[in-house]
């Protein structure tokens, strides 16, 4: 048993960053956690794939996990954050998504979508390039296939660096 955790960073518009992880236990206090810090006018993102929480404890106070930390993926996904990427989504063919985060729609709708598996993936060298061939099937984007990539958590507010809150709805 590895003690899988979430990890929820929360990003300020100074860019600091603040790191917490919680056992699959204390979801309650995670929620509250994501609240206080969007409260707090910070930026509120989760790693989608769990962390090891045995390697966990080698990670230093307030850093993030890396790749290596991670424990499988439950989940593969996309970021439509360009023009026309999250209609490429919506008529994709293939399976349809599972959920779904809109995170804006000026100048043009950008979300997350994402695709439960079925049953955990441990070889994430083979997740990884099937995150790849999605970013490059449906055009969206392509650095969003590490991991330990975070996504912003459905809910919250945002704070654009450049243009103030918006809904991650």
């Known amino acids: 048993d590895c003690n899988p955790m979430i990890e929820l960073r929360c990003i300020s518009t100074s860019r600091s960053i603040k790191v917490a992880r919680f056992s699959l236990d204390w979801m309650d206090e995670a929620v509250e956690h994501a609240q206080r810090m969007n409260a707090a006018q910070q930026n509120v993102y989760m790693c989608i794939n769990p962390i090891d929480g045995e390697k966990a404890k080698n990670i230093g106070a307030g850093k993030a996990a890396k790749d290596t930390d991670i424990v499988a993926a439950f989940f593969n996904f996309a970021d439509a954050d360009t023009d026309g990427a999250m209609q490429n989504i919506l008529s994709f063919a293939g399976p349809k998504f599972t959920m779904s985060v809109k995170t804006g729609t ?5 979300g997350h979508a994402y695709w439960q598996l079925e049953e955990p993936v441990f070889n994430l060298d083979a997740w990884r390039q099937v995150q790849v061939n999605i970013a490059g099937v449906l055009n969206t984007d ?15 507010k945002a704070r654009s660096f450049a243009t103030g809150w918006r809904f991650a709805g």
């Open 106 to 110: 000026q100048p043009f709708v950008r």
């Open 142 to 156: 392509r650095v969003v296939v590490n991991p330990s990539r975070i996504m912003r958590v459905r809910s919250t």
